[in-house]
């Protein structure tokens, strides 16, 4: 009878002693087939297994705990980060309307008008707007750089017959026949933003910008009496530097490869303004004023919208529509009304006003 039950209690001891080992780590099956792991210890007196639970590691979504999920989700690492370079070119081309009222041409001695300066029109120009935007590292934030350019801007009129070219504040000087005008503008941009993704679909910056405004304006003619050429040239330079703030915001963004985002920009700019006005009659010495201005505000706002459609996963096709308004700023035939060859004074005349709008295509890259 004994031996019987020495037999038995050797038996159970070597169950539990198989089901669980007490060096073991990892791993053990429990009564009923269920797997645990961690430590465990093994009670052979009690003969029951003591186990110690330990629940399985599970891999978590990157940036799942983040706040503001989607904004993280994107930036956290290198999964959430996605792309850190956008590269952006754009073919662009923008009308831009004339000067305000000046007149440029007058027809006998009544000064009645042959042609007028706020009657130049300006054909389309076509440009260019290059942009790069880096991501840092995986923080919502990223910098961006920018430039676009126009420079062909040009509108000319001819004016048949006689009349009398206007130079300066105090008139018609100069008798000629078959007078031409011709006014040209150029505008240079650049910028430097930091961006600042604030919520899934709006992108807050601001940073540093600066342009530059060139003007020309020239008139020649045919002198009355000596049929010589006889010609007036006023140059007007604006050199703009200053801060902005703006925001992107897309407005259809559904996950596809299509996506449209609006976009606005403004800043004030402190204008370095320069003007030079000079007339030539043959036979006679040549007469030059000019004057500059350091310390006048001016303002360069634009608003758009950016549609772009991807290719590739990396390779996106780009249209966008702007508009820009750029106040404050010195015209080329609007100096002609603040010159005075016979007092030998000049003065420059900042408050003339630009507005541009027009489109782009172009190709985004991101990688």
Known sequence: MRASQATLLLSIAAAVGLSCLPAVRGQCAAPGGAQYSGDMACDLYGGRPEFQPQAQPQEEEPCANEPMGGLFRRIRNHECCGNRWNLA????????????????????????EAFNAKNFEFPVEAGVRLSAIRQLDCEPFAVEVAYFQVDGFAASESVPGQSLMVTDANGPHFIVNDGVARYTSALYVGDVNLRWQC?????????????????????????????????????????????????????????????????CRAG???????????????????????????????????????????????????ASAEAMWLEGVALAPEQIGSTNFIAGTADIDTNGGVFYYGGGLGLEYKF
Do not use: C, W
């Open 89 to 112: 070119a754009e073919g662009i081309a923008l009308q831009r309307n004339a000067t305000r009222s000046q007149s440029l041409y007058d027809v006998g001695t009544t000064a009645t």
């Open 199 to 263: 919520f899934d679909r709006l992108t807050l910056l601001g940073g540093f910008r600066m342009g530059q405004l060139n003007e020309h304006y020239h008139a020649a003619g045919a002198g009355a009496g000596s049929g010589e050429a006889v010609t007036l040239d006023v140059d007007a330079f604006n050199h703009l530097y200053g801060f902005q703030l703006g925001a992107d915001a897309d407005v259809i963004d559904f996950g596809g490869p299509l996506k449209v985002k609006a976009l």
């Open 268 to 318: 004030a700019f402190g204008n370095f303004a320069s003007q030079n006005n000079r007339r030539v009659d043959a036979g006679f010495s040549d007469e030059s004023l000019n004057a500059n201005r350091d310390d006048h505000i001016a303002f360069l706002g634009e608003a758009g919208v950016v549609l772009t459609y991807e290719f590739t996963k990396h390779l996106s096709f780009r």
